[in-house]
């Protein structure tokens, strides 16, 4: 007993606690690993070090270095997996689904720290706009900025994912420079501790960004303030006694729960068993049940089917299941592990036996379980069991009661309407499968699935090839669902980082908008210069740099022209009789030639610091060009990103967007549009 090593809390900077007090143990043969420490965590301490310390190191980082971290970070972690891995397996995982969970977590930070580099600006300040005019003379205009709270996060996270659980609550709430104190499960904690450790042994991290929890929260939850935020994985039970805190509820601190939840998948009434489709969706099923010994949140808990093929999906089913080799992870051929602890089996155990009153039992552990590998009897290995209910619409049990272990339940129906039903019977869920060969089915019964699930998985032979699957959160698409899921949103790209900021809305001139944004605003002052704009490096470039062009009379040979070289000679530009019955009345310039004019007028042909154009946004043509017409344009510097990179002969390069607006003689705005280019460094 004195050998085995106590966990530690990071607090403040330093690792704390040890005397040994809660014993943990192996998932694989009951063996007593870790203990938690005995020693009280002073919570005012750690939130004043993530109000005082973390918050303040944060914001000396902009957007864009955060996210340069967070790949440093991703990066570092890479390389010592296989010191993840081999701790992972004594949750009982497998290496299939530890790489869910180890290489998920740190791909995770991969991702955010792209979409962070992509999409973000290189200050504090997140422009939300575009701007709105809000007086008819342009002095008065509106927009919206993010900006970082100044608060901290506490994110409490499930046994089932001790790594990916929180890197992907971290990464997002680090690109929005909130302070993090995380708190595990206490039955993996091991595992996630071990993540910190080497987070923290990077060296990458700034002070104070990350804090860890091993044990209880003790009253950290009613020291929080309305500008903290709170997120929460795990049961529904446990998220309606948090979210019911009454500092939360006083200090109005947001709370985003992601909560367990009865999943579903539906074979279509089209699908026969001669189809791929048929297969497809057994094989799902079969993988949703046994992976991560079906603890996962997004887990199929009801298989749903038409009444006249569920025996024959009941076959294939046990078919499958009869194959999946239990047992230890280290073991070869070894294709499911051990629930996470003995708590856990206990608990499993007594929910299958809720569900199985009145209903049939297809597979269980009378079907030959038996668990390979040494030591394995005093693990928490549990039979992948499959029930079958044939009256789900009365039975209220298969929609309420979860077996958080590898357990489905079959279900019957008799129309896609029905089907639809019973989906919702489970009062929200984090995601449904639908399985079908026909468009017209999932065009109807998508967006009624929809309302009450989080993410919808269409499943066929053509989507099949490239699919992650029914239980895959990605880092681009929102992860949470309505209802029982809890109602939260966590991951979908951007949309997770401005879950940690504050919006505000901003009233101003376009001049002060500006300025406070970062951005150039229609109507703004701008600064016009002798030297163009293309001329200057990056950091000589100022927002609002603007150059106003000379003038181009577009004329018949232009449309000729253009064209002939475009094949374009749809007949607005070329049929007059045709022209003249349109809106317009006559023949018009093609848009694109208005464009390729503008850009005409503003670029700088010699070499220079701009070295790419790679992309165009907001392309709008507003008006017609007709012949005869005047057309000139203004470019100004609207915005600029900092990626901090350099190319291979080791010069700096920004992004810089340009704001481009081409008015005709009337000064009437015609085609508007934003330029990004790539533009170099003094260096």
């Known amino acids: 007993m004195g050998n085995i090593a106590t966990l530690q809390s990071l607090i403040a900077g330093r690792w704390h606690g040890a005397e040994a007090f809660t014993p943990l143990h192996s998932a ?47 990066l570092y972690m890479m390389e010592r997996k296989e010191e993840l891995y081999e701790i992972s397996h004594l949750t009982g995982a497998t290496r299939p689904d530890s790489w869910v969970d180890v290489e ?41 900025i993010l900006v970082p709270r100044g608060g901290l996060a506490v994110h409490i996270n499930a046994f089932n994912f001790p790594i990916w659980g929180m890197l992907e609550k971290f990464a997002p709430s680090f690109l929005a420079a909130m302070p993090c104190i995380v708190k595990p499960a206490t039955a993996t904690s091991y595992l996630t501790h071990a993540t910190v450790k080497m987070m923290m042994e990077s060296s990458l991290l700034p002070e104070g960004a990350l804090q860890l929890v091993i044990g209880s929260t003790g009253d950290l939850l009613d020291r929080l303030g309305g500008f903290d935020a709170v997120t929460f994985t795990g049961s529904a039970d446990t998220a309606a006694k948090l979210r019911a805190n009454p500092n939360l509820i006083r200090e109005s601190v947001p709370f985003t729960a992601e909560a367990d939840s009865l999943n579903c998948a539906i074979l279509a009434p089209d699908v026969t068993p001669d189809d791929p489709e048929f297969d497809l969706f057994v094989k799902e099923v079969a993988r949703e049940m046994t992976g991560k010994a079906g603890q ?76 390979v590998g040494e030591g394995v009897a005093g693990g928490a290995f549990f039979a992948p069991t499959l029930l079958l209910c044939r009256n789900a619409m009365v039975n209220d049990a298969v929609h309420d009661v979860e077996a958080f272990g590898p357990v489905s339940t079959l279900m019957t129906y008799s129309g896609i309407d029905e089907a639809l039903e019973l989906a919702a019977r489970g009062k929200g869920s984090l995601v449904t499968t639908l399985v079908t060969k026909d468009p017209a089915i999932a065009a109807y019964a998508v967006p009624v699935a929809a309302a009450s699930h989080g993410r919808v998985h269409i499943l066929d032979r053509e989507s099949a090839v490239d699919s992650t699957g029914h239980g895959s959160p990605l880092p681009q698409l929102k992860h949470g669902g309505p209802g029982r899921a809890g109602g939260g949103e966590e991951l979908g790209g951007i949309r997770a980082v401005k879950h940690f900021l504050q919006r505000a809305a901003v009233q101003g001139s376009p001049t ?11 109507g703004g002052a701008v600064k016009e210069s002798e030297l163009h704009p293309f001329r200057r490096h990056f950091e000589d470039l100022e927002i609002g740099h603007s150059l106003l062009t000379h003038r181009r009379t577009v ?3 232009d449309i000729v022209n253009f ?8 007949y607005m530009h070329f049929d007059d009789i045709a022209a003249r019955d349109t809106q317009f009345g006559k023949r018009i310039a093609h848009g694109y030639f208005v464009l390729s004019a503008a850009a005409g007028l503003f670029v700088s042909p010699a070499p220079g610091p701009v070295l790419a154009n790679y992309g165009l946004d907001n392309l709008r043509f507003v008006a017609p060009v007709a012949i005869g017409d005047t057309i000139r344009a203004r470019l100004t510097c609207k915005r600029k990103v900092d990626r901090n990179r350099v190319d291979e002969q ?3 390069q920004g992004v810089v967007a340009w704001d481009v607006q081409v008015t005709n003689q009337h000064d009437e705005l015609v085609a508007s549009y934003d330029i990004l280019t790539l ?3 003094r260096g």
Do not use: W
């Open 563 to 570: 064209g002939g070289v475009s094949g374009d000679y749809f």
């Open 296 to 371: 996962k949140c997004t887990a199929i808990r009801r298989v749903i089917v038409p009444e006249q093929h569920v025996d024959a999906v009941g076959q294939r089913l046990r078919e499958r299941l009869a194959k999946i080799t239990v047992g230890n992870p280290k073991m070869e051929g070894v294709r499911m592990g051990a629930l996470a602890s003995m708590d856990q089996h206990r608990d499993v155990t007594e929910r299958v036996e809720m569900l199985a009153r009145g209903n049939e039992v297809l597979f269980s552990a009378r079907d030959g379980f038996k668990p």
């Open 28 to 74: 694989l043969n009951n063996d007593l690993i870790f203990h938690t420490h005995a020693e009280k965590i002073d919570f005012s301490e750690a939130i004043t070090y993530a109000r005082k310390t973390g918050v303040k190191q944060l914001m000396q980082l902009d957007f864009q270095k955060r996210a340069q971290v967070l790949k440093a970070l991703a």
């Open 104 to 144: 998920g977590g740190i791909g995770t930070l991969f991702a955010y720290a792209s979409m962070g580099s992509r999409e973000l600006p290189s200050s504090n300040v997140l422009h939300e706009g575009p701007a709105i005019a809000l007086g008819k003379r342009g002095g008065f205009s509106g927009t919206h």
């Open 650 to 652: 080791g010069r700096g």
């Open 679 to 681: 533009v170099q460094k």
């Open 555 to 557: 004329s018949e040979a």
């Open 512 to 522: 002060m908008l500006g300025a406070v944004t970062g951005e150039y605003v229609r």
